[in-house]
């Protein structure tokens, strides 16, 4: 028999059952103990592979970044530099824009956006108003489309002071597509959406219901989708559907491209006289 019969196989042993010592990130503030020397303090800062801990009193000294030789938390761990954090998504506002760096409102355009009625207003407001505050536009609106001529001569549009609106039910043959045309021109733009009223441009799913209601022609389109779920107060659930509503993804396209539309409409540089 040669060489020897244990030794080998004993080392060998005792290599595969050594344990690794847990790494742990060397973030400035942790609590550390050099475990040869005794020395405890808080990470400091990294220096060219080492850790510079300061104790209790205000002493620092340094140590090398080697395997096993410090202990956190009573726990044998070998120290690591931290990896860098990966790159973040840019923030985006409930639009879907970039959100850009905080800044103060900018002072409101002479050009506005012009919506039917409140509830039109409050869900632009949600879902654009980063972008309303950021380029300055003010929304207002009619208390219905009748008056939207008379609100189009108040306004006065002209070179830098443009008017867009948002209409309700705007379809082929409706009487708000007749009323748009009657007050378009270079300095008005007139979109909307196909729906009777703007709840029914919130997605079903994100109110909690299959599909809004079919109301019968000739009643109160708000008041008939009420009936038809059981609800006893419009108020009150429109506030259910408008806190519901989180980001452009809970709205029916049409809208979403026709606020797009006027809000690129109202920005947009004006060419040179």
């Given at each position: 028999?040669?060489?020897?019969?244990?030794?080998?196989?004993?080392?060998?042993?005792?290599?595969?059952?050594r344990p690794?010592?847990?790494?742990?990130?060397?973030?400035?503030?942790?609590?550390?103990?050099?475990?040869?020397?005794?020395?405890?303090?808080?990470?400091?800062?990294?220096?060219?592979?080492?850790?510079?801990?300061?104790?209790?009193?205000?002493?620092?000294?340094?140590?090398?970044?080697?395997?096993?030789?410090?202990?956190?938390?009573?726990?044998?761990?070998?120290?690591?530099?931290?990896?860098?954090?990966?790159?973040?998504?840019?923030?985006?506002?409930?639009?879907?824009?970039?959100?850009?760096?905080?800044?103060?409102?900018?002072?409101?355009r002479a050009?506005?956006?012009?919506?039917?009625?409140?509830?039109?207003?409050?869900?632009?407001?949600?879902?654009?108003?980063?972008?309303?505050?950021?380029?300055?536009?003010?929304?207002?609106?009619?208390?219905?489309?009748?008056?939207?001529?008379?609100?189009?001569?108040?306004?006065?549009?002209?070179?830098?002071?443009?008017?867009?609106?948002?209409?309700?039910?705007?379809?082929?043959g409706s009487?708000?597509?007749?009323?748009?045309?009657?007050?378009?021109?270079?300095?008005?733009?007139?979109?909307?959406?196909?729906?009777?009223?703007?709840?029914?441009?919130?997605?079903?799913?994100?109110?909690?219901?299959?599909?809004?209601?079919?109301?019968?022609?000739?009643?109160?389109?708000?008041?008939?989708?009420?009936?038809?779920?059981?609800?006893?107060?419009?108020?009150?659930?429109?506030?259910?559907?408008?806190?519901?509503?989180?980001?452009?993804?809970?709205?029916?396209?049409?809208?979403?491209?026709?606020?797009?539309?006027?809000?690129?409409?109202?920005?947009?540089?004006?060419?040179?006289?």
């Amino acid at each position: 028999m040669t060489g020897d019969p244990y030794g080998r196989d004993v080392l060998a042993a005792r290599a595969r059952a050594r344990p690794v010592d847990p790494e742990v990130p060397a973030e400035p503030g942790l609590l550390v103990h050099h475990r040869a020397s005794r020395f405890t303090g808080t990470l400091v800062r990294l220096e060219a592979g080492s850790a510079v801990l300061r104790n209790a009193r205000g002493q620092e000294r340094l140590f090398p970044l080697a395997p096993g030789v410090f202990s956190v938390d009573g726990r044998r761990v070998t120290l690591v530099r931290p990896r860098p954090a990966p790159p973040s998504a840019p923030a985006r506002t409930a639009s879907g824009s970039i959100a850009g760096p905080r800044a103060p409102a900018r002072v409101a355009r002479a050009a506005r956006i012009y919506v039917e009625g409140v509830h039109d207003a409050e869900l632009v407001e949600k879902v654009w108003g980063d972008d309303l505050r950021a380029e300055g536009i003010v929304v207002e609106y009619l208390e219905g489309v009748d008056h939207l001529a008379e609100v189009v001569r108040e306004f006065a549009p002209g070179p830098g002071r443009r008017l867009g609106v948002l209409v309700d039910h705007l379809v082929p043959g409706s009487k708000e597509s007749r009323l748009a045309t009657a007050v378009a021109g270079p300095h008005v733009l007139v979109v909307g959406h196909p729906y009777v009223d703007v709840w029914q441009a919130v997605r079903p799913a994100v109110v909690g219901i299959p599909a809004w209601p079919l109301v019968p022609h000739g009643r109160p389109w708000k008041e008939g989708v009420c009936v038809a779920l059981g609800l006893a107060d419009p108020r009150a659930f429109w506030r259910r559907i408008l806190g519901s509503v989180r980001g452009y993804a809970d709205l029916e396209q049409p809208l979403v491209g026709a606020v797009e539309r006027l809000l690129d409409f109202l920005t947009e540089p004006e060419s040179p006289a």
